[in-house]
Antibody, heavy 118, light 106 residues
Framework: QVQLVQSGAEVKKPGASVKVSCKASGYTFTSYDINWVRQATGQGLEWMGWMNPNSGNTGYAQKFQGRVTMTRNTSISTAYMELSSLRSEDTAVYYC???????????WGQGTLVTVSS | SYELTQPPSVSVSPGQTASITCSGDKLGDKYACWYQQKPGQSPVLVIYQDSKRPSGIPERFSGSNSGNTATLTISGTQAMDEADYYCQAWDSFHVVFGGGTKLTVL
């Protein structure tokens, strides 16, 4: 069965970087895009960007351009999202999701809580 | 930038029909999908490509999309359907989410 398993919770200081991993199983990792979405406590879903695991091509939301980097390691079917220059407003649960047909996400990871606090 | 607008909240009595709207400029020209999210859980896809249901999603969930509005309809709403619902569409190679609608079943 398709699974996306994310890395554990992180606590970071302002100005630091965080790298969240998303390990895929149950399907061919390079056949589907990975989207990253975040959600602050009590708030809605916010799209951060997408990555094609086959080509490594990426597309980022304008809000995160210059601060986010999405990469992958195809040998271990794992996608990564790194966010730099963290500030308190980046405190949120970060999700990876499998993209389908450039339209929708059919499987989601369990989420990774990133807390930014001094 | 493209925006999707949802009502913040919708209330429905058990067994009745709930309708949640999502509005955006010429949204009917794009595919819309819907996610259900319960507290402390990851989103779950309930409708994709306007009106298709993923495997395992009950038939009471249906969707439509025309003009500027996509609609998620839940027929015979059950207590277990109480959740936040988000619409989503792609625009210019970017994903856009609606602000979410809290569905209360009372």
């Amino acid at each position: 069965q398709v699974q996306l398993v994310q890395s554990g919770a992180e606590v970071k200081k302002p100005g630091a970087s965080v790298k969240v991993s998303c390990k895929a199983s149950g399907y061919t990792f390079t056949s589907y895009d990975i989207n990253w979405v975040r959600q602050a406590t009590g708030q809605g879903l916010e799209w951060m960007g997408w990555m094609n695991p086959n080509s490594g091509n990426t597309g980022y939301a304008q809000k995160f351009q210059g601060r986010v980097t999405m990469t992958r390691n195809t040998s271990i079917s794992t996608a990564y999202m790194e966010l730099s220059s963290l500030r308190s407003e980046d405190t949120a649960v970060y999700y990876c999701a499998r993209g389908r047909d450039g339209d929708y996400d059919d499987y989601w990871g369990q989420g990774t809580l990133v807390t930014v606090s001094s | 930038s493209y925006e999707l607008t949802q009502p913040p909240s919708v209330s429905v009595s058990p067994g009745q029909t709930a309708s949640i709207t999502c509005s955006g400029d010429k949204l009917g020209d794009k595919y819309a999908c819907w996610y259900q999210q319960k507290p402390g859980q990851s989103p779950v896809l309930v409708i994709y490509q306007d009106s298709k249901r993923p495997s395992g999603i009950p038939e009471r969930f249906s969707g439509s999309n025309s003009g500027n509005t996509a609609t998620l309809t839940i027929s015979g709403t059950q207590a277990m359907d109480e959740a936040d619902y988000y619409c989503q569409a792609w625009d210019s190679f970017h994903v856009v989410f609606g602000g979410g609608t809290k569905l209360t079943v009372l």
